[in-house]
C-alpha cells in the first residue's frame, strides 16, 4: 500500500526494555520526521532526517536513537524506555524543501507507546 | 527558533454555526509555510490548509478559511457551516523550505454540538 505506515499501532513494555517503533514509507520522500504528542504540549520533533545516513536532533532526542540506511524505512529506538517516554509517536514525511515544495507533513497513523 | 502559540485550549460551537480558532507565531523568518492540521478521535494527523507566507491573498479549502495577518504573526482558522466530523483537535504549525521541519502549536479541541 502506498503511503507511510507506522508498526506497532501499539506497544506495552517495561521500563528498562529496549523497544523500536518501526516507520516506511513508499513516497520516496527525502526527509523523514519522528515526533511525540503528549497531552498540553502538542507535537515535538524528536528527530528528523534529510535523506538517507543524514539524520539530526530536533527539540526532544534524549533516551532516542534513529538511523536512516534506506530512503523507506526511518525506525526509532527508544534505548532504555522510561515512563516519562510513554506518549503517541507520530512518524512523517516531506518532499525535499525547495523552491515549488510547501514543507507539508504527511504522517503515519501513530503509534501508543506505554511504559510500565 | 520559532514558536507557535494557541492560546485556546477547547472551544464549542452549534453545527452549521461558524467558529474561528486562533494561532500566533514568532520567527525570525522571511520564507515560510503555516498549516492548519486536524486531528479525529482516530488520531490520524490530517492536513486543513495551508499558506505560504510571501502570498498575500487567504487560502480557502471549501469551508475553511484562513486569515493570514504577517505583520501581526497571525494565522486563524475559520471554519464555516460546522458539521459533527469537524469535531476533532487541530494543530497550527510553522515550517521552513530551509529544512522541512513543523514547529507544532499545543492544539485546541473542537467540539461541535448538534
Known amino acids: 500500500d502506498a503511503g507511510i505506515t507506522q508498526s506497532p499501532r501499539y506497544k506495552i513494555t517495561e521500563t528498562g526494555r529496549q523497544v523500536t517503533l518501526m516507520c516506511h514509507q513508499t513516497w520516496s520522500h527525502s526527509y523523514m520526521f519522528w515526533y511525540r504528542q503528549d497531552l498540553g504540549h502538542g507535537l515535538r520533533l524528536i528527530y528528523y532526517s534529510a535523506a538517507a545516513d543524514i539524520t539530526d536532533k530536533g527539540e526532544v532526542p534524549d533516551g532516542y536513537v534513529v538511523s536512516r540506511s534506506k530512503t523507506e524505512n526511518f525506525p526509532l529506538t527508544l534505548e532504555s524506555a522510561t515512563r516519562s517516554q510513554t506518549s503517541v509517536y507520530f512518524c512523517?514525511?516531506?518532499?525535499?524543501?525547495?523552491?515549488?515544495?510547501?514543507?507539508?507533513?504527511?504522517f503515519g497513523q501513530g503509534t501508543r507507546l506505554t511504559v510500565v | 527558533a520559532q514558536t507557535v502559540t494557541q492560546s485556546q485550549p477547547e472551544m464549542s460551537v452549534q453545527e452549521a454555526e461558524t467558529v474561528t480558532l486562533s494561532c500566533t507565531y514568532d520567527t525570525s523568518e522571511s520564507n515560510y509555510y503555516l498549516f492548519w492540521y486536524k486531528q479525529p478521535p482516530s488520531r490520524q494527523m490530517i492536513l486543513v490548509i495551508r499558506q505560504e507566507a510571501y502570498k498575500q491573498q487567504n487560502a480557502t479549502e471549501n469551508r475553511f478559511s484562513v486569515n493570514f495577518q504577517k505583520a501581526a504573526k497571525s494565522f486563524s482558522l475559520k471554519i464555516s457551516d460546522s458539521q459533527l466530523g469537524d469535531t476533532a483537535m487541530y494543530f497550527c504549525a510553522f515550517g521552513t523550505r530551509a529544512n522541512s521541519k513543523l514547529t507544532f502549536g499545543k492544539g485546541i479541541t473542537l467540539s461541535v454540538r448538534p
Open positions: 512523517a514525511s516531506s518532499e525535499s524543501a525547495g523552491l515549488g515544495f510547501s514543507t507539508e507533513a504527511f
